[in-house]
C-alpha cells in the first residue's frame, strides 16, 4: 500500500466518492498502513499510533492535509512500542494505548515524552492485548488478544478472548469476565454502544499475522464478519449477532465503527478495499 | 328646531367621521410599525408581504462550539450515559435465531469502493514496446501499449493484458519491474501478503504465478542488477535493503542484508540502480527505530533482516525525508556514501525513485507534494531539485511510481490520485502538459484513493466517516 491517509467521507457517501477531506503528508508523520485511530467527540481531536516513530499523534478534528499533530506522545519514557492500535475515554479523558501483554494509560493533554500513568500487565491479566476499546458508561476496559492466536490461546498462553476489566484496572489486575470460545478468540478491532452495553467486533478466523503480527504467508480468510456480544456476556459464548457474515459478504473485515442514532455498523474490508454501511436497528435496541 | 335637529344630527356624522378616521390612522400605525412591511403590486400578482429575516452572518445551523468548556461537554454527555447506564445494567435477553440469520445476510445500506483501477507503481518494456502499472484497488497487474493515449473523450484505455485473481497472489502491490531479456513481470506485495510473484510476460487472468518467493513484510521497493543476476529489495518494517537471487523462490534466503543504524535507512520505499556507477539510490519517509541486532537468523535464514520484535521501547525517531547512497554491494551496517535531506530538496513523502545513468539525474515521485522532483546523481545535502514537475497541466497527482524509459527518453508518471499514468519528455519541467496519458477514469472522475481501508471511526460533530489506509 503506497498512500497512508484518514479521509473524511459525508455519511451518506456511496460508491466512489471523493473524500469531503484528507490528512496525508510528510508532516503527518504517518507511516504504513494506519491499524487504528479514535475519535474524541469532546475535544474533537483524532488520535493517531506512529508505528515507526513509536507515538501517539493527535490531531485536530477538521485536520485537512499535510499537517502536523496538535501533540504527540513520543519519546523514552513513554514505553511505547511498535503501537498500531489506540482507545479514546472521552469522558474521563485517557487514551489507552495495547502493546503486547500490555495496556498504557497515558492523559489526554499528554505531550512529549511522557510515561503512562498506569500500566496494565501482569499474569493475572491473561493477556495479550492487540485490541482495546472503552466503556465509560459502565467503566469497562475491553480488550481483544488479535494476535499470536495459535491454539486458540494467546501470547501468555491463556485462551484467546474478549477481555473485559474495571476501567481503571492498573498492575496484575484480573479481568472481571473473559469472554471465549469461536468468534471472541477471533476478535480484532473493537467499539463499543453503552447505551445499550454491546460490544462490536470484527472477527477475522485463521491467520492474523503470528506472534509478531507479520506472518501474512496465505490468502485472505473469507469467513470474516462482525461479531456482536453484550459487556455481561462471560465464558464460551457465541456471539449475539453476526453482520456481513460468516460466508456471506465480508472476505477479510478490519475496520468497525457505530452510527447509534441512525442504529448503522460500519465496517471496512481488505480484499474488497471498500467501506459498507449495514443499518441494524436489532444491536442498538 | 329642524334646524337644531339638522345641527345635531351634521356633529354625530362628523363625530362619526372622525372616529373612522383615527381608527384607521391608528390600525395603519399598528400594521406599519418597524417600517419593514410594505405592499407592493407588480404586474397582476401581488407580493403581501416583504420582511427581513435576523441577521446571521452568513450561518443559518451553527455547529456546536469546539471551544466549549470539554468538562462541560463531558458532564453533559456522562449524565446522558449515566441515564443508559440504568437501561442497560442487567444482561439482555439473546435474539432468535431468526433475527440472527436475517441480521447476517443483510445488505449494506451504502458501500464506498472505487470501481476504477488506481495505479500505484509502473515499469516500461522498451524493448516489447509495453508499459506494466501495479494497480492497488483490484489487486491486479495491468499491460498496457507503451504508445497508449487515451483520447480526451474516452472514459477510459482498456489494457492488453490484465493478471487478477484469487491465484495470482496480488494484492496491494506498489512495485513492478520486467526482465529485459524474457519479458517476465516480477509483482511486489507491501504489507498484506508476504511474497513475490512471478509471472511470464504473455500471462493474463486469474494466472498462477509461474514462481513465487517468500519475502520480509512490507517490502515496498524492487530493482534488479542485471549484472550480477540479482533483486534489491527495501522493506519498510526494518529499514533494510535485502537482495536474493534473481531466481530465487520459495524460501530461499536472501545473499546480502543492508540493514542498522549507520545506514540512516528510515521507512524506506524507492530504489533504483544506476547500472554504470553500480551505486543505488533508497528515499527514505523519516521515521525508525533502535533494535538490537544481535540475535539469531529469523526463519533460520541467513540474511533475513532483524525484525520489530526486536525493537527498543520509547525508541522512535522522527527525521526528515531522504535520498540515501550506497554501493550496491553493500552489506551489513554501513553508512551511505551521500545523503539528500533538508528543506530544500522539496522531498515529500519520495515513494519511488528512478535513474538516468547517462543524463546523471534522479526522478523522485513526491506523493503529498503532487512533484516529480529531479536531482543530480551527485547531489548531496540539502540539495535544490535542478527541475521540477508540478501544476495541474501535468496531471500529476499524489504520484506514488516513476519510472524512465531509457530508450526512447521519456519519463512515466504513476498518480493514484487522478487514475492515470503521465509521458513527459525526459527533459520536462515546470507544469508540462503530457505528451500522452492513460486514464483508467474519466478526467473528473473522484478518487477516495482508498488502498487497504484499515481503521474507521464516526466523527459524530461533522457526521463524517472517517476512513485509514
Known sequence: MGHPQIAAFARLANGGAKPVRAIAGQNTLFTRTIHDMAYDPVRDEILVPSFYAFAILTFRGDANGDVSPVRKIFGPSTHLLNPQAVSIDAVHGEIFVPQGNQVLVYPRDSNGDVAPVRILQGPDTGLGAGRVTIDAVHDLLITANATGGEGGVNRSGRPAGIRIFDRKANGNTRPLRVITGPGAKDAWLMTTNPANGMIFAVVRPGNTGGPNGDDIEGRFAPEDYVGVWSIFDDGDVPPRLTIGGPNLLLKDARGIAVDPRRQDVIVSDKTLNAVFRFHVPEAFN | ?469
Not at chain 2, 518494456?125 to 497508449?148: C, K, Q, T, W
Not at chain 2, 524460501?251 to 524507492?270: F, N
Open chain 2, 1 to 469: 328646531m329642524a334646524h337644531l335637529v339638522r345641527a345635531w344630527r351634521a356633529s354625530r356624522m362628523i363625530r362619526f367621521l372622525v372616529l373612522i378616521a383615527l381608527v384607521g390612522t391608528v390600525t395603519q400605525a399598528v400594521l406599519s410599525r418597524g417600517a419593514t412591511r410594505q405592499t407592493k403590486v407588480i404586474g397582476s400578482e401581488r407580493l403581501v408581504s416583504v420582511e427581513p429575516l435576523a441577521e446571521t452572518n452568513g450561518q443559518m445551523c451553527v455547529p456546536e462550539s469546539v471551544a466549549a468548556s470539554p468538562e462541560l461537554i463531558a458532564s453533559l454527555r456522562q449524565e446522558n450515559l449515566l441515564s443508559a447506564r440504568r437501561q442497560s445494567a442487567s444482561i439482555p435477553p439473546r435474539p432468535g435465531n431468526s433475527v440472527k440469520s436475517q441480521v447476517a445476510a443483510r445488505k449494506p445500506v451504502s458501500t464506498i469502493r472505487d470501481p476504477r483501477n488506481a495505479f500505484a507503481g509502473l515499469a516500461i518494456d522498451p524493448i516489447r514496446n509495453e508499459v506494466v502499472i501495479a494497480e492497488e484497488n483490484n489487486f491486479s497487474l495491468l499491460v498496457y501499449d507503451r504508445l497508449e493515449n487515451t483520447p480526451a473523450r474516452a472514459a477510459l484505455s482498456e489494457p492488453k493484458r490484465m493478471i487478477q485473481g484469487e491465484k495470482t497472489f496480488l494484492e496491494y502491490a506498489c512495485s513492478v519491474y520486467i526482465d529485459p531479456e524474457t519479458g517476465n513481470i516480477y509483482g511486489i506485495n507491501n504489507d498484506t501478503l508476504n511474497w513475490m510473484t512471478v509471472f511470464d510476460r504473455d500471462a493474463r487472468g486469474n494466472a498462477s504465478p509461474s514462481r513465487k518467493l517468500h519475502t520480509p513484510h512490507t517490502t515496498f521497493g524492487i530493482v534488479a542488477d542485471e549484472d550480477k543476476q540479482e533483486l534489491l529489495m527495501t522493506i519498510q518494517d526494518d529499514h533494510a535493503v535485502v537482495t536474493f537471487k534473481k531466481n530465487a523462490k520459495d524460501q530461499d534466503a536472501p545473499v546480502r542484508l543492508l540493514q542498522g543504524p549507520r545506514t540512516l535507512m528510515a521507512d524506506p520505499h524507492g530504489i533504483a540502480l544506476d547500472s554504470k556507477t553500480g551505486l543505488i539510490y533508497v528515499t527514505n519517509w523519516g521515521t525508525n527505530q533502535e533494535r538490537k541486532y544481535d540475535v539469531p537468523w529469523r526463519y533460520g535464514k541467513v540474511n533475513w533482516p532483524v525484525g520489530r520484535n526486536n525493537n527498543i521501547p520509547g525508541s522512535g525517531k522522527i527525521n526528515p525525508p531522504s535520498i540515501t547512497v550506497y554501493h550496491k554491494d553493500d552489506k551489513g551496517d554501513v553508512a551511505p556514501l551521500r545523503v539528500i535531506q533538508g528543506p530544500r530538496t522539496g522531498l515529500n513523502w519520495p515513494t519511488s525513485i528512478a535513474v538516468h545513468p547517462d543524463r546523471g539525474e534522479l526522478f523522485v515521485a513526491n506523493d503529498t507534494a503532487d512533484t516529480v522532483t529531479v536531482y543530480r546523481t551527485d547531489s548531496n545535502g540539502d540539495a535544490v531539485p535542478i527541475r521540477v514537475l508540478k501544476g495541474p497541466r501535468s496531471m500529476i497527482k499524489n504520484p506514488t511510481g516513476v519510472a524512465l524509459d531509457l530508450k526512447n527518453n521519456e519519463l512515466w508518471v504513476a498518480n493514484f490520485g487522478s487514475h492515470s499514468a503521465t509521458v513527459f519528455p525526459v527533459d520536462a519541467a515546470g507544469d508540462p502538459v503530457p505528451r500522452r496519458v492513460i486514464r483508467s477514469g474519466p478526467v473528473e472522475s473522484p478518487s477516495p484513493m482508498l488502498s487497504n481501508p484499515h481503521t474507521i471511526a464516526y466523527d459524530s460533530k461533522r457526521d463524517e466517516l472517517l476512513v485509514s489506509n
